[in-house]
């Protein structure tokens, strides 16, 4: 993730780029310029260009990266006034480091079009949806598990938990809309509802490296949305769970069942025995898998098939574009709505000389008042392919030394 530099690391590093004369590129049209600065950065940084840059105009941002002992760091400033190889802008107010791209983003080019489909099938259900998107791989099959027998995967369920639950229960949001508390807040987050031991508190902190557990200020959050003061929320959230202690319960988890961007519905284990262990994160990791299989299994069965949608293929403005992902926008409409983080499109880019095809992981989703952004990933890209995308977009040959350079973020 991309990673704001603090003051003192970015004043520093605004200095050496006068003292040492470090090159800091532009790129705009396949074209690569090379700014050096003239002088020191006082409130504004006077460059000057190997050559004159087309297009230039007051008021225009310019997208700037530069390699600082093999650290890659990019930052966005705004001409003031120019005049030929000579530009002056403001001081930018961040710099940045860590990228998550690989190679630099560019303009769009005009001789490119470009062509999206979704990869695999869609959907539109009529359950609760959250804002990413849950990919089924094919590991999320179990050897030696008739997947089509529905009714079979229950029986194992129940056998299983028998072991270390007291209890099961397996709801679907087919008729039966989320009420309870931990019902909505699966259905709102498409998380984990987990409490460990009635006896403590909420879980401060996610272990998991994407997400997926309803936190103790997750959880405070939602209170306060139902209208619970703030000052009380700490109150409200210990009376919460000790009303499950009053009740024998234990150890409670709820594992939310997901399809796609939806949440199907889900499986609550429970311990209200003394002589069974709490619940931890082995226990946590089984359930979800028993989910996956379970949505496997539904899939098999053509549960889904009325709400399957049109793969029609459709267009999109590209902002800008990279050797190893672009950012589009499209506006508000059904279809964007199921544009979701975590989902993957194939991507047709054509340009005069050849035609590029790859799949592309949406990582990153945002909006102003008129249209949808997407930042996109390239996902697995034929190497020669990358090699020409590289040359058309930055207008030189493909090197190693450029690979570990060029670098932005979507």
Same mark, same amino acid.
Request: charged share 25%.
């Given at each position: 993730?991309?990673?704001?530099?603090?003051?003192?690391?970015?004043?520093?590093?605004?200095?050496?780029?006068h003292?040492?004369?470090?090159?800091?590129?532009? &790129?705009?049209?396949?074209?690569?310029?090379?700014?050096?600065?003239?002088?020191p950065?006082?409130?504004?940084m006077?460059?000057?260009?190997?050559?004159q840059?087309?297009?230039?105009?007051?008021?225009?941002?310019?997208?700037l990266?530069?390699?600082?002992?093999?650290?890659?760091?990019?930052?966005t400033?705004?001409?003031?006034?120019?005049?030929?190889?000579?530009?002056?802008?403001?001081?930018?107010?961040?710099?940045?480091?860590?990228?998550?791209?690989?190679?630099?983003?560019?303009?769009?080019?005009?001789?490119?079009?470009?062509?999206?489909?979704?990869?695999?099938?869609?959907?539109?259900?009529?359950?609760?949806?959250?804002?990413?998107?849950?990919?089924?791989?094919?590991?999320?099959?179990?050897?030696?598990?008739?997947?089509?027998?529905?009714?079979?995967l229950?029986?194992?369920?129940?056998?299983?938990?028998?072991?270390?639950?007291?209890?099961?229960?397996?709801?679907?949001?087919?008729?039966?809309?989320?009420?309870?508390?931990?019902?909505?807040?699966?259905?709102?987050?498409?998380?984990?509802?987990?409490?460990?031991?009635?006896?403590?508190?909420?879980?401060?902190?996610?272990?998991?490296?994407k997400?997926?557990?309803?936190?103790?200020?997750?959880?405070?959050?939602?209170?306060?949305?139902?209208?619970?003061?703030?000052?009380? &929320?700490?109150?409200?959230?210990?009376?919460?769970?000790?009303h499950?202690?009053?009740?024998?319960?234990?150890?409670?988890?709820?594992?939310?069942?997901?399809?796609?961007?939806?949440?199907?519905?889900?499986?609550r284990?429970?311990?209200?025995?003394?002589?069974?262990p709490?619940?931890?994160?082995?226990?946590?990791?089984?359930?979800?898998?028993?989910?996956?299989?379970l949505?496997?299994?539904?899939?098999?069965?053509?549960?889904?098939?009325?709400?399957?949608?049109?793969?029609?293929?459709?267009?999109?403005?590209?902002?800008?574009?990279?050797?190893?992902?672009?950012?589009?926008?499209?506006?508000?409409?059904?279809?964007?709505?199921?544009? &979701?983080?975590?989902?993957?499109?194939?991507?047709? &880019?054509?340009?005069?000389?050849?035609?590029?095809?790859?799949?592309?992981?949406?990582?990153?989703?945002?909006?102003?008042?008129?249209?949808?952004?997407?930042?996109?990933?390239?996902?697995?890209?034929?190497?020669?392919?990358?090699?020409?995308?590289?040359?058309?977009?930055?207008?030189?040959?493909?090197?190693?030394?450029?690979?570990?350079?060029?670098?932005?973020?979507?």
């Open positions: 993730m991309a990673t704001p530099i603090k003051r003192i690391e970015k004043d520093f590093l605004l200095k050496v780029l003292d040492e004369q470090i090159p800091v590129i532009y &790129l705009k049209n396949n074209t690569q310029y090379i700014l050096t600065l003239e002088k950065v006082k409130e504004q006077f460059f000057k260009s190997n050559r840059i087309e297009g230039l105009k007051a008021r225009k941002k310019l997208d990266i530069f390699d600082y002992r093999g650290q890659v760091i990019t930052f400033v705004e001409v003031s006034t120019f005049k030929e190889e000579h530009i002056i802008t403001n001081e930018p107010e961040f710099l940045y480091k860590n990228l998550e791209r690989s190679f630099s983003r560019v303009s769009s080019s005009p001789d490119i079009e470009v062509q999206f489909s979704f990869s695999g099938d869609r959907y539109s259900l009529s359950y609760p949806k959250i804002n990413t998107y849950e990919k089924m791989n094919s590991e999320d099959f179990t050897k030696n598990v008739d997947i089509k027998n529905f009714s079979g229950i029986e194992q369920i129940a056998a299983w938990t028998k072991g270390f639950a007291s209890g099961y229960k397996l709801i679907i949001f087919k008729d039966v809309k989320p009420s309870c508390t931990e019902e909505r807040l699966l259905a709102e987050t498409g998380k984990a509802f987990f409490i460990p031991s009635t006896q403590g508190d909420f879980l401060a902190d996610d272990p998991y490296p997400k997926r557990l309803i936190t103790r200020d997750i959880f405070k959050r939602y209170l306060e949305s139902t209208g619970v003061d703030p000052q009380f &929320l700490e109150e409200a959230s210990a009376r919460f769970i000790k499950k202690y009053e009740t024998g319960i234990l150890s409670d988890l709820w594992v939310p069942i997901l399809f796609q961007e939806y949440v199907l519905g889900f499986l284990i429970w311990i209200s025995a003394n002589d069974k709490p619940f931890n994160y082995e226990v946590i990791d089984q359930v979800y898998q028993f989910t996956k299989i949505v496997n299994s539904l899939r098999a069965n053509g549960y889904f098939e009325t709400g399957k949608m049109k793969n029609e293929p459709f267009g999109g403005k590209v902002i800008d574009i990279s050797a190893s992902g672009l950012l589009f926008s499209y506006p508000p409409s059904p279809l964007a709505s199921a544009l &979701l983080p975590g989902s993957e499109l194939l991507v047709r &880019l054509k340009s005069p000389q050849r035609e590029v095809n790859s799949k592309a992981k949406i990582v990153r989703r945002y909006k102003d008042s008129g249209y949808e952004y997407f930042g996109c990933r390239f996902v697995d890209m034929a190497p020669e392919d990358i090699r020409f995308l590289f040359e058309y977009l930055y207008g030189k040959p493909f090197t190693d030394s450029d690979a570990a350079f060029v670098s932005g973020h979507v």
